[in-house]
Structure formats: structure tokens, C-alpha cells
């Protein structure tokens, strides 16, 4: 019986070749598979470039992971059409937990008035005392629900923030971590949401209808005491409008991983607010990827050996 | 029927005569039970000064809760002793989510290199990728298992971190939010955490024992990516050792709420390090203290409501 369930333990295979990641390979045989030659695969990770993917596969390779969310770059190098008995999953969702902690991290900062504790060089407690709030009780929008936004959600539920997510269908939000209270607003609804809510996290895809989803009315619909954070595109935003509206103090703050231009020009007048936070579109660096792909890779594996539905498959006709 | 459940509602007074707060009427109302003259009130909810405590409470009150979380100066003004056959009960836990949500933040902006984001003036991505680090996969060492600590885990746990949490007895710490993956280390054994954690939170109370518990040797045996974050008291790091590991690197940062000595001084030299965030003990502003304790009534007239035992339990044998 034993020996029996170790034969059907998948072949894995790593690509191309070069020292697999150690991340990886744990990822790996953590999920219940064994690590081998492509030669006689069941499956391969691809680390490498589209360019560099195998013109040919063994016929034993049934499904191959892709390092990338975005997967343009495959789909032009013609990797989906030379292979089209293959099932491929990108890594759409990976690297969403990264950018909702930068998220959080930001938004953080902004409530618990840091920016300005990091300026001071002396102990001002009673002035700052006014200035330090919480999340909790507090309602954050999260426009876009998708993978950073519904990674967003079970970090904040914890702190007691009431979460609106904004979706185009409006059907409610469910997964792990999400919790029931989660009001989900259709994107054609998101007018109503401007004066209810406290703060605004935006993490939904730059298209033509969300550029400067945030303008000066939106602005002024918000509180004092908001902060409006971006993590998804600078277009979302209308940066004058929000340079208008941090300089005149009719938000809180902005903490921004993203601008518009990006990258910002050395002399831009968010460089010299107090009250805006900006990181340089890094919330999602180099060094953490590999280990949010091997995560990712791991469930997707476990998936492959229970003969479970992948994540993030990729419907070649459709081309994402 | 109706009638019948609406008779047994318990009469909560709100003291002393003031215009009392909507957030504590609403926390009592939310909670079942109605608000009505303290001569006809089954349980008093104090919110003034010990020494304005009534001498007297009609027979009627069987529970009062005080407003604060220690509660010497109720002991000294002789309120327990005047009230033998009352109830009383604390604010005791009711404070350290915002403390928490504190440390969270230090933690988080530190490990996010947000100090040297915030001193930037121009788009340095490359020069910041390799340091914007994250939570998940990473050790967090909670020095003090009360109601700080025990309030921090369940908003570290969603982003991934591992849990250590040191108490005297070396009990597994369990409660809501807290998952089952929580070491627990006994105080004794703290010395053979250091080199296997990431980061460090202190939220232990000040003692003889606990004095300087973070010194020299501890903090070369942390990281140089490890932040300490200090929510506790300035008296259990040892200022002159953390300003020289923080001056040569040997952890990555500091986030301190308290500090010895305290207020700290106009030119000391933690105002100028890069990687120090210090925040002049206003974790718990008076503002948002309130919210806190009408969450902590409402859960205890909640349990009153049902003939629950109360939380924040007063013995005035042992005076705590």
C-alpha cells in the first residue's frame, strides 16, 4: 500500500536548467511530489525567460507553472500555441500578499501619524497626542478587489476596521480570512462610497474607465483625517488634484507606491509634503518574490497531486 | 413574551452626573441592557475619579465597572472596602489594542524601510529593493504574553509571521485570533530565542527582573534585518547598548513608545539615528481610550446581560 501511493507521486521538474532554488525544490516535495528530470516529468516550473522555453516537451508533461503574473510576454513568444495539449497557470495572485502588507504598512503610518514622528527631534507627546489614530472602528475602502485587495482584507479585519470593497460585478467578496461583515459595492456605485468611508485603498487595474478615479470632488467628498493609498497604477489618481488637496489639508495623507508621472521627478511637489508617503514601486521587491512564487508554486503542486483544479490557469484562447 | 424578556433587561447607571458619553450609552444599549437613574441601576458604570466614588450604592447594584486598567488609586480612596458585597471589575485589556495596532505599526514601518522612504527626495528604487523586507516566513519574538501580546498576535498571524511568545509560565497562550501554531517559551528559557527570531516586541511589564532584559549580548544575537520594537516600559532595554548596535548596524532598526530615560532629551543621540522611530509614549492617546473602554462595557454588560462571568475581574483581597 505504501509503495504503491509512493509510485504515483508526480515527477516535478524544475526549468531551465541551472541550480534550482532551494525555496523551490521545498516548495516542492513539501506539496507531495518528487523532484525530477524533465525527460520524465509529470509537470515543470519554469523559472526561465519566454524565449528560452523548450520548443518541445515530453509527452508526459501535463501542466506547466509560469514564473509571471502578467504572461504577455509567453503568450507572444508563442509558448501557449507550440504546446497546446499543455495546461499552463501563470502566477496571477503570488505577489499580492506582498503589495497588501506594503498597503497596510502605509496606511498604518499615515493613521499613527509617523511621518511626522520621524521628523521630530524632541519629545512632543501632547502635541502629537490628537494626531495618533486607529483603524479600528474606522471604515477602509479597498477599490478593486481583486488578488491585492482580497489579500488586504484578513489583515485589516484584525485590527477592527469595517472593510467596503468595490468590485465591477458587486458580488460579495468571500475567501479565507474574509470575514462575513465585508460590504462589497459595485464599481458603478463607488459615488455613494466617497463620503463613508474613512480611508481608500486603491488596487484595481489601470484602464481607461478608472484613470483619475480620484479626482478633487472624490477628494473633498473624504474626511480630514483620511489617508488615500495606491498601490495599484499612478493613472488612478489625479495628481494635481491630490497635491491640491494634501497642501490644503482636506485629507489626512497619501501614501503612494505608485505615482503619475512615475517615476516621480526629483523636485515634484509630493517629495515636500509632510503628509505624503511615497515609495518608489517597491512594495513587491526582487528578493521577496521567489519566496511568494514558491508559496504559490507549493499549493498549486499539492493541487496537482490531489488532481485538484489549479490556480491561475491560463486560458491560451483568451490570452491571460 | 415580549413583555417578559423586555422586564428582565438589567438597568445600567452611567456616573458620575455628567452629560455621559453616546459612545458608552451606545456600548450598553448594543448590549441588551437600558440605561437608567443610578437609584434604580443594577450595575454602575464609573467613569470619575476615585475620590468622587459614592460612599453609599443603592442595594440594587450588584456590579460596577471602573474606568481604568490599574486600579490603585480605587484601592487607596478605600472603594472595595466600602462596597464589600459589590462586584467590581477593571478596564483592564481593554487598552491594549491600540498598543498593539502600535507596535504593529513600529514593526511594520521598520521592516518596510519606511524611515529612509520618508527622507527621500527623489525615486531611489534600486538603492531601495534589497531593503524592503516583509513579515511573512519571519519570527516575531512577543516578550510578555498579557494583554498587549496577546492582543498582537492575531494581527500578526494573517501576515504570515511565526509567533514566539514568551510568558513566565510557559503556557501555551490560546484565545481568539491566536492560531495554534504560537510557541510559547517560558520566561527562564527567553535566552535561547534570541538567535532564532527575527524580530523582538517587548510588552512585558517593568520589573526588578525584567530590568535591561534587552542588552549588549542579546542584540548581537539578533540580525542585522532585526527591528526591536519597545511598547512596554523605557526600563527594560538598555538605552546606552541599543544606541550602539542601532549606530553600528548590528540590528536593522529600533521602534520605541517608551524610553529610559523618559521623556527622552532634547539631543540624545536616538533622535538622529536613521534607523530608530521613536514615538513619545502616545501608543494609547486619550482619544481613542474612550472608544476602548465603551468596547470593554459592552462586552462586559454583554456578559452581564446573559449572567456571564465579567472580564477584568477585580479581587480586593489581592488589591488587582
Not at 503589495?99 to 509617523?114: F, I, Q, S
Not at 489625479?238 to 497642501?247: C, G, S, Y
Request: charged share 15%.
Amino acid at each position: 500500500m505504501t509503495q504503491e501511493v509512493s509510485v504515483q507521486e508526480p515527477t516535478i521538474a524544475i526549468g531551465p536548467d541551472q541550480p534550482a532554488s532551494r525555496l523551490l525544490e521545498k516548495a516542492v516535495l513539501g506539496a507531495g511530489a518528487r523532484i525530477g528530470a524533465l525527460a520524465e516529468a509529470d509537470a515543470l516550473i519554469w523559472i526561465g525567460t519566454p524565449g528560452d522555453f523548450p520548443r518541445t516537451l515530453p509527452g508526459s508533461v501535463r501542466w506547466v507553472q509560469l514564473p509571471a503574473a502578467g504572461i504577455e510576454d509567453f503568450f507572444a513568444a508563442g509558448v501557449f500555441e507550440a504546446h497546446p495539449s499543455v495546461t499552463f497557470t501563470s502566477a496571477a495572485g503570488a505577489f499580492a500578499h506582498s503589495v497588501a502588507e506594503h498597503a497596510l504598512t502605509l496606511l498604518l503610518a499615515g493613521v499613527r501619524y509617523l511621518p511626522e514622528h520621524l521628523r521630530a527631534s524632541s519629545w512632543r507627546q501632547r502635541e502629537f497626542f490628537p494626531h495618533v489614530g486607529s483603524l479600528r472602528g474606522k471604515t477602509v475602502t479597498i477599490v478593486g478587489a481583486g488578488g491585492i485587495g482580497r489579500a488586504l482584507i484578513p489583515l485589516l479585519a484584525p485590527l477592527g476596521a469595517h472593510v467596503i470593497a468595490v468590485n465591477r460585478s458587486g458580488r460579495p467578496v468571500t475567501g479565507p480570512g474574509i470575514p462575513g461583515d465585508v460590504e462589497t459595492v459595485p464599481t458603478e456605485q463607488l459615488g455613494r462610497v466617497w463620503s463613508h468611508t474613512d480611508h481608500v485603498v486603491i488596487a484595481a487595474p489601470a484602464t481607461a474607465q478608472t484613470r483619475h478615479l480620484v479626482g478633487a470632488d472624490e477628494l473633498a467628498r473624504l474626511k480630514p483625517s483620511s489617508w488615500v493609498i495606491n498601490v495599484a497604477r499612478g493613472s488612478l489618481v489625479d495628481t494635481a488634484a491630490l497635491v491640491d488637496a494634501l497642501a490644503r489639508g482636506v485629507i489626512g495623507g497619501a501614501g503612494l507606491d505608485v505615482t503619475e508621472p512615475e517615476p516621480l521627478p526629483d523636485g515634484h511637489p509630493l517629495w515636500d509634503l509632510p503628509n505624503a508617503i511615497i515609495t518608489p514601486h517597491d512594495s513587491n521587491p526582487p528578493q521577496l518574490r521567489l519566496a511568494a512564487f514558491a508559496d504559490h508554486v507549493g499549493a498549486n503542486v499539492a493541487r496537482f497531486v490531489a488532481d485538484e483544479p489549479l490556480a491561475a490557469l491560463i486560458d491560451p484562447a483568451r490570452g491571460y
